[in-house]
Every structure is written in C-alpha cells, then in structure tokens.
C-alpha cells in the first residue's frame, strides 16, 4: 500500500501563487510515477501533470502547461507542484496520486485532496 497526503492549499487572489507537497509513504518503490489531478465543483477530474520517479520525465495537461511545475524529491518521497498566476478557473480541489504504470492510464494510489481557491 501506498500512502498519500497532499498539503499546501488555501485561497490565493488571481495572479498569485500557491505551492502544492505530496507526501508519499508505504510501499513507495513499487510505483512507477507520481501525478496531479483537480477537479472543480460540477466538473469531471482533470489531468494536472505525472512526473517519473526515476529520470524526473514530466508531462502536463495542456490547460496548465507554463504556469504549473511539478517536481520531486526523492529522498523524502515528496511530489510537489507549483502553481503560478493562478486563475479563477484553477479554483478545484487538487489531488496527487501514483501508479504503477508507465502509461499513466490508470492511478493506483489517491490522497484525500487540498482545495485551492482563487479569488478573483
């Protein structure tokens, strides 16, 4: 098993910033790479971004590609996500999540979420 809590959220006036952590524990070496999810009230869940345990490759969603970064750090088993110029629209709860797949096509492991709201 694998055990996620994400940290960092709160409310943040449009344009601003926020830093997102994820903090894994358990059975951490059996997954392949790390990934961010939101979703927003009456909406589906929406890609964010994955990035590799090993090797560090990241993908991202198109809504946030520029203004998101992901990153990682290993020894602490820790995923963070960065979050710049915030919109409105970026208003969701964000959830990180692992898997044991390289496709990123389905996610194994989920944290409980934090929520992010942006103010306009």
């Known amino acids: 098993q694998v055990h996620l809590v994400e940290s960092g959220g709160g409310l943040v006036q449009a344009g601003g910033s926020l830093r997102l952590s994820c903090a894994a524990s358990?059975?951490?070496?059996?997954?392949?790479?790390m990934g961010w999810f939101r979703q927003a009230p009456g909406k589906d869940r929406e890609f964010v971004g994955r990035?590799?345990?090993?090797?560090?490759?990241?993908y991202y969603g198109d809504s946030v590609k520029g203004r998101f970064t992901i990153s990682k750090d290993n020894a602490k088993s820790m995923v963070y996500l960065q979050l710049n110029n915030l919109e409105p629209e970026d208003t969701a709860i964000y959830f990180c999540?692992?898997?044991?797949?390289?496709?990123?096509?389905?996610?194994?492991?989920w944290g409980q979420g934090t929520q992010v709201t942006v103010s306009s």
């Open positions: 999540a692992a898997t044991r797949t390289v496709a990123g096509d389905t996610w194994d492991y």
């Open positions: 358990g059975r951490t070496h059996s997954t392949y790479q």
């Open positions: 990035i590799t345990w090993i090797g560090g490759s990241i």
